[in-house]
């Protein structure tokens, strides 16, 4: 996006709000393929998007659909469905604004990916995997190669469909036209083989690990001695193809190629930002959406490799995660949904459940649409488009037909929630955190790196009970020289951090240590887990928190070395230079407190006592946990800077069980109303009574 646009003209996304011209708005969006419509539906179909409370649309524009031959294409002379300019006329004339989604990969359930077949079947165009063969993404209908993002050619072949796009989708783009945002490229996860040595090793991903690695070390001389090897150039270092490392002066190598991965993809979408940029559409956000992580598995620490969520912002302007999710999957939500609210500039959801394709084992509903929708916007997602609003081939259960009738039960979800959003101004609310629990980056990459197992993953996940994200079952159980597995037991820390502030009621969100420093301060405490090493940045950013007035609170001990595992004792030096006393439970000493600066340094030694002693270590932060009477209830506090004495508070039972709830947010209220079915609440000198079904989660507004 242009920075010399007049601010009238400019469109920003950051701080967690969408902002154009200065005024905050709304993005709710669905997505629409035109080019899977006929024509003469298109009216009626987009009339239904806007009787939903849409004012917005996604689109899909493949490359593989609008490609007749090489540098030739078809924008409706031949086929008018795929005539593009006179659709997105069509939806600015009914007041919607546009998301453009133009590749080059798109997925969409394309046999192709939204490529054009010539670019798959061509051999110097394909990613390898470790053995030199060609990484193969299996997706149904059927597997197909998975293309390389390092090579020249691509970039090169892909300039040709943008030369083609690029002109149509800048004639629309604001302040001339509806087009408001663009996503470069879809899900760039390796095409799905994330597991560290499934991809990519063709020779051009080869050339750019070796600079990426003269970048980071300057020289050969300084990657040696890291190293401990003998290398006479860059050009004799090899990727690592599998996990063999038996020492700890082996894990630097393999821990590298992990930090490339995320470089590559960090890289490849700068590059297509950039072309896109430089063919017009330099006047609106730029954003990607990494698929979902951790699997179906919900609270756990592998948030990070091989995404780098803030490394990527800095080259786009919002990162976003997709979800499809279902209401018994509760704490991948909340996890993946805090994670982005945590992290990104604009926490929105590129691609959210509505219909499913054919090939999903365990779909869900309306139901858990509506409560998956309601746990999003909970945990403090502001914007987000629905995929998909019209059903098409390979896609079911969307609330509208492909031929324009629309399905109530479905629908219903989506108008109701728009309705709502619009009611509670949801995008000028800020979700109150106090805590920030951070998943340590370099635990995970080295998580990553030890994985034994390599397979494809994702479309095969189901079926062979494995995630092709590293886990407990996949990953190395040797403790390299340290007190622990690191990349095992990092794990369980965050789990018991997580758990013990869900159940504290400690308000709080989730990020990873690469968050920019100057993010700290808006958190009374900061957590996460802390073994023998830690990186040098992550050590002083913590220590200047620390010594500003924050509270960190680690487990199980403080750091010696650096993320290369040399000596650094920064954190370590600071605590013993600091008066310490005692925390102590049940009448034992179960952690340090040590004061540095202005702020506290708080050291777990068991993970046990995580529990107890945060009850302790958080009640001097001038932290309020909000009161709920059963733990599995979960709360999460919403307010407008603007309006005191007013909050919108949100309150989930995702247990399987009915719940009578008795809540309290910390401070006197004088009245509380539930906003989705205006049923008359119980409000008590502290709080309020409730009666929750299975899966339910309720909104009230509460006044003080």
């Not at 597997?143 to 050619?153: E, F, G, Q």
């Not at 109530?408 to 106090?434: C, G, I, W, Y």
């Not at 403790?479 to 758990?499: C, R, S």
């Not at 010594?547 to 013993?576: I, M």
Request: neutral net charge; proline residues 6%.
């Amino acid at each position: 996006m242009t920075k010399n646009a007049r601010s009238d003209e400019r469109i920003v996304a950051g701080d967690h709000q969408f902002r154009i011209g200065g005024k905050v708005e709304e993005l709710y969006a669905g997505a629409v393929h035109y080019w899977r419509l006929e024509r003469d539906k298109w009216s009626d179909i987009l009339d239904k998007v806007r009787s939903l409370g849409f004012t917005a649309i996604s689109i899909y524009m493949p490359w593989e659909i609008h490609e007749i031959e090489r540098g030739k294409f078809d924008f409706g002379s031949i086929d008018p469905r795929k005539d593009l300019d006179a659709f997105l006329t069509l939806a600015e004339s009914k007041g919607l604004k546009i998301v453009a989604r133009p590749g080059p990969q798109i997925n969409s359930e394309l046999t192709w990916f939204g490529y054009p077949l010539r670019i798959l079947a061509d051999p110097e165009l394909q990613a390898q995997n470790a053995q030199g063969g060609r990484t193969v993404l299996t997706q149904v209908p059927r597997p197909i190669p998975a293309v390389s993002y390092a090579v020249d050619k691509f970039f090169d072949e892909t300039a040709l469909w943008y030369d083609a796009i690029m002109p149509i989708l800048s004639r629309h783009q604001y302040p001339a036209g509806g087009l408001i945002s663009a996503q470069v490229d879809n899900e760039m996860a390796f095409f799905f083989n994330i597991n560290a040595y499934a991809s990519d090793f063709c020779p051009a991903s080869i050339k750019r690990f070796r600079a990426f690695l003269e970048g980071k070390y300057g020289s050969i001389a300084g990657l040696n001695v890291v190293y401990g090897k003998k290398y006479a150039s860059f050009a004799d270092v090899d990727a690592p193809r599998s996990f063999s490392a038996t020492a700890r002066t082996d894990l630097p190598a393999y821990v590298d190629w992990i930090e490339y991965r995320e470089r590559y993809l960090i890289d490849s979408m700068k590059r297509l930002a950039d072309m896109m940029r430089a063919r017009g559409l330099d006047r609106i956000p730029l954003f990607h959406n990494y698929p979902h992580p951790l699997g179906p598995g919900g609270a756990a620490s592998g948030i990070t490799a091989p995404y780098n969520l803030m490394g990527l912002e800095e080259v786009l302007d919002f990162v976003g995660f997709d979800i499809y999710s279902r209401k018994e999957l509760y704490e991948h939500v909340k996890t993946v949904t805090s994670y982005v609210v945590g992290s990104s500039r604009f926490p929105y959801i590129p691609e959210f459940i509505a219909g499913v394709w054919p090939w999903y084992l365990h779909p869900g509903d309306d139901k858990d649409e509506a409560f998956v929708t309601r746990a999003a916007m909970m945990h403090g997602i502001k914007g987000f488009s629905r995929y998909m609003l019209v059903e098409r081939d390979r896609w079911l259960a969307s609330p509208i037909r492909r031929d324009g009738r629309v399905r109530p039960e479905n629908a219903a979800v989506f108008s109701s929630t728009n309705k709502v959003l619009k009611e509670l101004d949801f995008k000028s609310l800020r979700r109150q955190a106090d805590v920030l629990l951070l998943a340590n980056r370099d635990y995970d990459r080295l998580e990553a790196a030890s994985v034994l197992i390599s397979y494809p993953g994702d479309f095969l996940e189901s079926q062979i009970s494995l995630s092709e994200y590293p886990n407990f079952m996949t990953t190395s159980e040797e403790t390299f020289g340290f007190e622990e597995p690191v990349q095992a037991v990092k794990n369980d820390w965050f789990a018991a951090f997580y758990e013990s502030l869900s159940k504290g009621g400690q308000t709080f969100l989730l990020s990873d240590t690469a968050l920019p420093a100057e993010r700290l301060p808006r958190y009374k405490a900061v957590l996460l887990s802390s073994f023998e090493f830690l990186g040098a940045a992550v050590q002083k950013k913590l220590l200047d928190y620390v010594e500003a007035g924050g509270t960190v609170v680690v487990g199980p001990k403080l750091p010696s070395l650096n993320e290369r595992f040399a000596s650094d004792t920064t954190l370590l030096d600071a605590a013993n230079a600091a008066k310490s006393s005692a925390v102590s439970v049940v009448n034992r000493k179960a952690a340090t407190r040590y004061a540095v600066g202005k702020g506290a340094l708080v050291v777990v030694h068991d993970i046990a006592d995580v529990e107890a002693v945060l009850g302790v270590a958080l009640a001097g932060t001038g932290i309020v946990p909000v009161r709920k009477n059963h733990p599995k209830l979960d709360v999460t506090i919403h307010r407008d800077p603007a309006v005191n004495g007013k909050a919108v508070v949100f309150v989930a039972n995702p247990t399987a069980q009915p719940i009578a709830a008795d809540i309290g947010i910390g401070a006197p209220v004088s009245k509380v109303s539930e906003v989705w079915d205006a049923k008359p609440v119980v409000v008590t000198e502290t709080g309020w009574k409730d009666d929750f079904a299975p899966y339910t989660i309720k909104t009230y507004f509460v006044e003080a």
